[in-house]
């Protein structure tokens, strides 16, 4: 069965995914702005709270995947710990070495001293950015990571269709394939049948809330929809597990 994701920022989102069936989220901050970075340890510990499997992204700051020998490797090493230690049920890394490879010592570092036996481990996005991702993929099985998130290189996951399929392929399920960026609800039944092993969304909205001349320049402050969230859910409960799903079907 395909596993249902949505990448959330604080409870409520945590609480709608929860409602609408989703296997797990993704906890992260300033999704929009940044593509992601590692929530407040207070944020982790009030989503898990709410129940559903908390899988935490691990990224002390935006732009790329090369973290020099700075201290960022230190700090989302420290941030992994908490993470686990406040009740995390996975970890969402990525690490990659100048020349775009996987950064095999680099994610060593970020996992020192946590207890990988009892978390799942999602390597993110930064595996578009490796060109030989078959290899990638090789080199993750073998540490140990329990799935990529990928857009199969593209933009989106529509114009990375062939590329994920072929990802599936080379995976041989030694490895689960998430397929995550840009998905529609439309995308759901032709991701679905290239065999990916889960559906990762945003699925945000906008909340109008205006924080003066001191909120960072902007109206508002992203959420999930719920609404599209019920629509996600629903379109693979029809295309994957029609009978047997506990996600909402009216």
Known sequence: MTALEFAVQDVAGALGARRVGADRVELCAA????????????????VVGTGIPVHVLIRCRAGGFVYADNGELAV??????AAVSAGAAGLVIGALTPDHQVDSEGLIRVLDDVPVDDIELTFHRGIDQ?????????TLVAGGITRVLTSGGAATCAQGLSELAAMVDHAAGRIQIMAGGGITVGDIAALHRIG?????LSARRVIADDGGPG?????GHEQLD????VAAARQLL???????????SA
Not at 31 to 46: D, F, K, Q, R, V
Not at 76 to 81: H, K
Not at 131 to 137: G, I, S, V
Request: charged letters at 25%; a negative charge.
């Open 76 to 81: 989302m090493n420290t941030d992994a710990r």
């Open 196 to 200: 990916v092993d889960g559906i990762h």
């Open 226 to 229: 719920e609404e599209l969230a």
């Open 31 to 46: 999704l929009g702005s940044t593509g992601g970075l590692t929530p407040s340890i207070g944020t982790i510990e009030a």
């Open 130 to 138: 490796i060109r030989d991702r078959e290899a990638a993929l090789d």
């Open 238 to 248: 029809a295309v994957d597990r029609p009978s047997s799903s506990g996600r909402p």
């Open 215 to 219: 909120g960072g320049g902007k109206s």
